[in-house]
């Protein structure tokens, strides 16, 4: 059985993914250089087993050492992480979520970026009226 790719995630686990998404595949030394702070290396490689048990990461033996790469594509990823938010926080409904977004902090929008959204919610229309 598949495991959810919502399946939390810690900081350090983000921080980790954020690297192999960025480099697209990395050993272990490689992610402990980029992390903030001193891990440990046998605390990295034990965050890259535990994404892996998770089904957020995958490895490959090149000669001695594993290389590591994200399991899904980045945008599969965000797909599932933003369905399980919308569901957990905001009963499924894409209206919540827009008026959330728009509400108090709304006002931050540019109107750039107000015009992108409007935009994308005629393209929604169109393409639900085919």
């Known amino acids: 059985m598949a495991i959810p790719l919502h399946t939390a995630l810690t900081r350090r686990e983000r921080q980790i993914m954020d690297i192999l998404y960025r480099r697209g595949r990395a050993a272990a030394n ?3 250089e980029e992390l903030p702070g001193t891990p440990s290396d046998s605390t990295v490689r034990t965050q890259l087993r535990v994404l892996e048990e998770k089904g957020h990461v995958r490895h490959e033996e090149e000669g001695p050492r594993y290389v590591y ?7 599969a990823a965000r797909k599932s992480a933003l369905r399980h938010l919308v569901n ?6 894409a209206e919540k979520v827009v008026a959330a977004l728009l509400g108090g902090d709304g006002s931050r ?3 750039d970026e107000l015009t992108r959204v409007a935009e ?11």
């Open 30 to 32: 490689d992610v402990m």
């Open 69 to 75: 790469m994200p399991a899904v594509p980045r945008h």
């Open 88 to 93: 957990t926080f905001f009963d499924g409904s």
């Open 109 to 111: 929008l540019s109107e």
């Open 120 to 130: 994308l919610v005629a393209r929604a229309r169109q393409e639900r009226s085919r």
